[in-house]
């Protein structure tokens, strides 16, 4: 990438954020703030290469974006006020980010929590907070979601409609509500969208900036243990990419992996984080239990029995089906496939676990290691019939075909 392209992503990763905050502060209008970024970008591309790299890369992009939105409001003859605001915005725009800069930290935080409302739809939350805070592309979010950029664009539209017709306030929660807010909006949207990128199909992009939003998040919310917590779980599993794929694309079990290959800096900055988690929240429990597997050179060294401990403490917090099978996982590595199936039935009481593939596949695993490899084998082929992504059905019925071939 030439230097000057490679500038203009990275000021637009830095600042597209904080400037649409900003502009969705003064002006209320969440387009035009999105537009005015927009248009600074496209005129970054061009006259980059020409001028040079400013000295301030920010800068330069926030006075474009608050000029551009200047004109566009003197057109529409917009009240004083918003104009004025805007001029106050070229007071700061020669100040890097994180020089003391608190009302532009502030205006981040406020557009986090605004698209990570409760009041939102789960994706509509992921989505938007992809698209305004993190700048990434309506197309780039219709293609992970797999729905068409119109469709998504509509999806985009109605959200922000519903921010204005509800009343949604554009400001952090204090307080008892910040807490509130912050386990089922916040920080549920940034699991969600790590998720999304972590997935054996999903854009690895997306869990670099749900990295990137919790750190920021903990950096402008210091002292809440779960946010660290989620931090931590997040490097944890995020340190682990580059080993998670064969020469030809396979996934590989943890097991499998060649661990020189992990994130070893990541995994410091893991512990560091979950340091400051504690040991109660669902989010640190998760971290724990992560930390477990990254700090060990071998998957021989796993301390399984610490691991079911954890899971235990995190299905008396969060008994979820998805939990329950997890602990199903630990236990029977722990104490014996026996065990893990009991536990394992017990969270498939009720149908909680139909038509789950990885259900399937621990049955399966479990089944293999009591014995039962003719049984094992039918079970991870069923369940990677059942998968949607192609990198998890290529990965059950690897383990189906090395069962039926009598390999461990």
């Known amino acids: 990438m030439p230097d000057t392209s490679r500038a203009v992503a990275t000021a637009s990763q830095e600042s597209f954020g904080r400037i649409v905050a900003a502009l969705i502060r003064v002006t209320g209008d969440w387009t035009l703030a999105e537009d005015c970024a927009q248009d600074a970008l496209a005129l970054a591309v061009e006259r980059w290469p020409r001028d040079g790299v400013p000295a301030n890369p920010g800068g330069w992009l926030m006075t474009v974006a608050r000029n551009r939105a200047v004109d566009v409001l003197r057109r529409a003859d917009v009240e004083r006020r918003k104009l004025s605001e805007l001029a106050r915005l070229a007071e700061r725009e020669s100040t890097p980010p994180g020089d003391g800069a608190e009302d532009v930290v502030d205006d981040r935080l406020r557009l986090i929590f605004t698209c990570c409302h409760p009041a939102l739809a789960m994706e509509s939350r992921v989505a938007l907070t992809l698209r305004t805070v993190c700048g990434v592309a309506t197309a780039d979010i219709a293609r992970a979601f797999l729905v068409a950029e ?9 959200a922000k409609a519903k921010i204005s017709q509800a009343g949604i306030p554009y400001r952090v929660p204090a307080g008892r509500a910040l807490v509130e807010r912050l386990l089922p909006g916040v920080l549920a949207v940034l699991y969600l969208l790590f998720t999304r990128g972590y997935d054996a199909d999903g854009e690895p992009a997306f869990a670099d900036e749900a990295i990137r939003l919790a750190r920021l998040v903990e950096r402008l919310l210091p002292g809440q243990p779960e946010v660290s917590g989620l931090l931590a779980l997040f490097l944890f599993q995020h340190s682990r990419r580059a080993a998670r794929r064969d020469a030809e694309g396979n996934l590989l079990t943890l097991d499998r992996q060649d661990r020189s290959r992990w994130d070893h800096a990541a995994v410091a900055e893991g512990l560091d984080a979950l340091s400051r988690a504690g040991h109660d929240g669902p989010y640190a429990l998760q971290a724990h239990i992560a930390a477990c597997h990254a700090t060990v050179r071998s998957s021989a060294e796993t301390d399984w029995t610490a691991i079911a401990g954890w899971y235990d403490r995190l299905a008396e917090r969060q008994p979820t089906p998805v939990v329950r099978l997890n602990r199903a996982v630990a236990h ?6 026996t065990a893990g199936l009991a536990l394992l039935s017990e969270a498939q009481a009720g149908g909680a676990l139909d038509g789950y593939p990885p259900a399937l596949a621990v049955e399966a695993e479990l089944t293999a290691r009591q014995g039962d490899r003719a049984r094992a084998v039918a079970l991870f ?23 039926a071939l009598g390999r461990p």
Do not use: F, I, N, W
């Open 150 to 158: 119109a469709a998504m664009t509509r999806r985009l539209t109605r």
């Open 332 to 337: 029977g590595y722990a104490y014996g496939p």
């Open 381 to 403: 082929r069923a369940a990677a019939a059942m998968s949607v992504g192609p990198a998890e059905q290529r990965a059950l019925t690897d383990r189906a075909d090395e069962l």
